[in-house]
C-alpha cells in the first residue's frame, strides 16, 4: 500500500460511496414501490418514498462532491483534469461540471430526482400514483446510477464514473509513475488541467445544458403516469395528473433546445442557428412527440377514440429521449456528427436501457397477463441470444419486430373501437390528424439522422441485399449491402425538403382548428369568424412575397409564408374575438402564435438569408478552375476599405484582450460618388477624363458619353496609378464590429462572430482566416508571415500576385553607410526586379538590405511594394556573390497582412426570436391556468 | 372504408415514402479508389491529412479554396481541392471527412468537409513515466 502524497482521495472514495448508496436505494425504491403497487399496501409505498428519499440525497451529495473538486482544483481526478484548468473564470465551473459523459447523466439524475420530490410532496402520501408513477422513475434512476457507477461486468464496462483519480484509469494502471507516492508533485501534468473548451465558455453553455435536461427529465412525468395507468387498469385517468407536466415539458425542452439554437447563433460560427445537425435533431424529435401527445391528451378529454395514439405518443417520446442520448452518447453517430461525444463505450449500457423501457411500454400496452409474461420471456430469451451469442443485429431486429406485432396485437384486442368516429368538422378530428402529422415529421428527422444506425443493422444482411440488389438490377439494393450509407450530403436540403410539407400543414392545422368546437361546428359561424384572418393573411403573405421576391418558383416557401402568417393571424386574432382579450386562457393562442412566428422567422431568415461578403472583388478569378468561382468569403488587406453588399468595410486593425484576438472592421454607408471636371478614372485599358462635375450613375457607360471623354495619349504607368472608376464611396461611418478568434493551443483557435442586430435584419460577420501572430513583435505588424525561399541569381519566384527576378547581389559600399557601421559590418542588398502577375508590362524594382556581423546576419531591411501590397527580404547571403549556382539567398515574402471573412445577411431573425419568447410564454401561460383550474377543482 | 383507414393507409404511405427517401438521399461512404471509379458522383470520404504534402492556400487569389493532400483509409491518396477556407487549426486535424466527388482530372474536389480534432470532445491521457 503507497502511502500518495497530497491526493484527497477520500472524496473520490465518497463519490464512489454515493454512487453505490444511490444505486442500491434505487433498486430497494423500486422494490418497495412494486409491492406498494401489486399489493396496494401503504407500508411499502412508505419504504419505497423512504428509499427514493435516500437516493435523492445520495444523487445530491454526489453533485456536491463533483463541484467541490472542480472548485478545488483537484486535477489528481480525471474528470476535473479533463474539464476545468486554474485560468478559468469560476462562473465556468457549471459548464465543466456537465461538459462530459459523466456531468451531464448526472445532471440529468439530478432533475429527475427534482421532479420526482415535487410529485412525493403534491401526493402528500395520499395518492395511489405514487406507488406505480415512482416505480417506474426509480427504474430509470436505477440505470442512470448504473451509467455512473463504471463497472465491469466480464470485460464490457457499463456506465463510467466521474470520480476516478488518474492513476486509476484502466489505461495508467501498472506504469512506473503510479508507484511514486510524490508522483502530484513530481510529474508537472498535475499542477494544472486541460481546461474548457473554449467553445463552451460561454454564458450559454451555463444555461443551455441544464434548461435541455430539465426538459428531458419533463418527458418522464408523462411516461411514468402513462405507464402506472396502464399497469394499475387506469387506461384514461392518469392523463389528468400527467397533462400540466406535459406541457412544462414542452415548454421547457423547447426553450432548451431553441437556446441552443440562440447559442450557436451567437457564438459559435457554424453560420446559423439551426444546422440540422444530429445532435440538434435528437433534441428536437422529443419535443415534436410530446407535443402532439399533449394535444392529443386534450382530445381524450373529450373523446376517447385516440386513446392508443395518446399512450403511443406519450410513451414514444421518452423513449425518443432515450434513443437521442444513445445516438450522441454511445458513438454511434461517429463521423457524421461534428459535436457528438465519443463512444467510450457506453453502447451497450445504453442500448440496454433504450430496450429495456421500449420492452415495458410494449408489456404494458398488453392487457392479458399470458400475452405480458410471453412477451417479457421472448425479450429475455433475446437479450440471451443476444449477449451470450453475441448475435445482437438479429436479435434486436427480432425484438422490434416481436414488439411491433405486439403492439398491434394490443391495439386490436383492448383499444379497437367500434365507437361512431369523430365529426369531420370536430376540433379533435384536426388535432388528431396534426399529431400524426406531427409523429411523421418526428420519424423522417429520426430516419434520416439513423442513417450510421442503419449501417449497423444492414451490416449481417450484406448478402441478402446484394442479391437482391443483382436480381433486381437495382443500384439502390445493392448500395445497401454495402452498409456504408452516409448522411445526406446536403443536409440542409435533404430535411428542409422534408419538413417543409409537414411545417404547412402543422401550421394551417394551428390556423383553424382552434376555431372549430368540440363534436361539431357550425361551418357558418366558423367561415365568418375566420374569413377576415385567411384574407387578412392573404395580403401581408403577397406584401412579403413580393418584397423577398419570391418567385412562382419557389411556391413551397410562399406556400409556407402563408400557413404560418395565417396561424399567426388567426391565433392573435382568436385572443381578441373569441376570448374577448381575456388573458388568463390565451396561453395556447400565444404559444401558437410563438410557434407560427419561429416558423415565420425560421423560413424568412434562412430562405433568404444573404451572402454579403460573396462576390465582392477580390483578386482576380481568371486563373482559377471553372468550379471555383463562388468564393463566399471576402478578403481584406488591413487599412483597405472594400465594398461588400450594401456596406463599405474598413479592416482597421487587431488587438489582444486576454484570450481573444479582436479583428475592428469599420462599416460605412455606401454613398454616391462624385466627380470634378478634371478627374481621371480607368475602365479596362483606357482612361477618361471628366468633362465637367457630375454625380455617378449606374453604369460607365451610360455617363460616358456626356460626362468622360477618352484620353488618347498615356503612358502605360499612368494606367496603373489611375484609380478605377466606381460610382459609389463610403460614406458617413455606421458601426464597428470585432468578430474574434480565441486563442487556445490546447483545444485549437476558435473563431467566433460578431453580428450587429437591427429591428428587421442581423449582419453575421466571422473570421474564416486570419494571420493569429499576436504583434509583439512589432517590426511584423501589417504583414503576414514571411515566407522563407532560398533562391541564387537569376532565379524567378512567382508568389500570389507578383513574379521576382533575382537582378543581382552587391556589398552597400557608400561612404555614408561605411561611416555609420564601421567595417565589422557587411550590407548587402539584392537588385530584385518584380512584375505584376496581372499586368505583363508593370514592372517594380526592389532593393532589400541584410547585414551581417563576424558572418552572422544581425539585422536586415525589407523593401515594401506598396502597389502590389507585397515586402521582400534578404534574410541571407552565402557564396561568391556573382557565381550563378554558388550564390545562396534566403529570400522572404511577405503579404500585407490580411483576413478572410463570411458576412451573411439574416432578415427577420427578430422575428424567430420573438415567436421563441412567445411560444415558452404562451406554453408557461397554459400550464399556469391549468394547475390553477386543477386546485380549483379539488377545492 | 372509414375514414380512419383511410387517414392509417396515408400515414404508412409517408411513412414508408420518409424513410425511402432518407435512404435515397443518403450518400456513401467510399474510399478514395470507389470515389475516382466513379467520378461526378456524391462520396463521404474519410481520411487524414497528409502532413508531408503542401497545404495550398492562397486567400489572395480565392478565399474559398484550400488544396491539401489526404490518404484514406486505406492509404490511398489523392489531391483535394476543398471549396472553404482553410480552417483554423487544420494542420492539427486528427481525422477528416470530405463531401464531395472525384473528377476526371484524378483530384477529389469537396464541397464540405467535418474535422475532428484530437481534444475536441475527448482525448486520453498522455502522462508517461
Known sequence: MINYIGE??????????LAIISFVSAMLAVVAYVFGTQQRDASWTALGRLAFRLHSVAVIGIVVVLFTMLFKHWFQYDYVWKHSNLQMPMKYIASCFWEGQEGSFLLWTFWHVVLGNILILNWKGRSTWEAPVMTVFALVQLFLALMLLGIYVGDVRIGSSPFLLIREMSENIGKPWTLIPAYLQAIPQFADG???????????????????????????VPFAYAIAGLWTGERKAWMAPALSWTFFGIMVLGTGILMGGAWAYEALSFGGFWAWDPVENASLVPWLTLVGAGHLMLVNKRKETSLFTTLLLTLITFILVLYSTFLTRSGVLGDTSVHSFTGDGMLPGLLLFMLFFIALSVAVLLADKGQRRFYWGISLALLAIGVLLEQQVPAILTFAALSIGFLVVAYRKSFSTNDPEEALWSREFWMFIGSLVLLLSAAQITFSTSVPVFNMLLEPFGEFFGWLGKSTGSSFLSGLADAKLAPPSEAIAHYNKWQLPFAFITAMLVAFTQYLRWKSSDMAKFRREIMLSVIVSLIITVGVSLLLRYTLAELNYIALLFAATFAAVANGAYIFKVLKGKLKNAGPSVAHVGFALVLLGALISTGRKEEVSRNSKGMDLRFLNEGFSNNTDILLYRGDT?????????????????????????YFRTEARDYRAGDTVRVGDMLFRARQDHRAGELFLADQPTHWEPLEDFRRRDLWYAREWSNTRPGEPLFELAPFVQLNPRFGNVAEPSTKHWLHRDLYT???YADLSTEVDSSNAGWMPDRLSEKTLGDTLVTPNSVVIIDSVYVVRDSVTVAMLGDRFTVYAAKLRIRDLYQADRWFEARPMVIYSDGVPVANRPAEVQPLRMRYGLATVEGDLNTRGDLKLGLNVAEAEFLVMQALAFPGINILWIGCVLLALGTGMAVWQRVRNTKSDKA | MKRSHIIAIVIIAVAIGALVGSLYDSSTYADLQEAMAHPNKEYHVVGVLDRSE???????????????????????????????????????SERLVLIGKATADGAFHAHNMLMKCPSKYNEEHSIEG
Open chain 1, 8 to 17: 484527497q482521495a477520500w472524496a473520490g472514495q465518497l463519490g464512489h460511496g
Open chain 1, 194 to 220: 486541460r481546461g474548457l473548451n473554449p467553445l463552451l465558455q460561454n454564458y450559454w453553455m451555463v444555461i443551455h445544458p441544464p434548461t435541455l435536461f430539465l426538459g428531458f427529465a419533463a418527458t418522464l
Open chain 1, 642 to 666: 472594400v465594398q461588400m453588399g450594401e456596406f463599405y468595410v474598413y479592416y482597421r486593425e487587431k488587438d489582444q484582450e486576454g484570450v481573444n484576438l479582436n479583428f475592428r472592421m469599420e
Open chain 1, 766 to 768: 466571422h473570421i474564416r
Open chain 2, 54 to 92: 503542401e497545404i495550398v492556400y492562397e486567400p489572395s487569389l480565392n478565399a474559398s479554396l484550400t488544396t491539401f493532400t489526404m490518404v484514406d483509409l486505406k492509404g490511398n491518396r489523392s489531391r483535394v481541392h476543398l471549396s472553404m477556407a482553410k480552417p483554423q487549426d487544420f494542420e492539427r
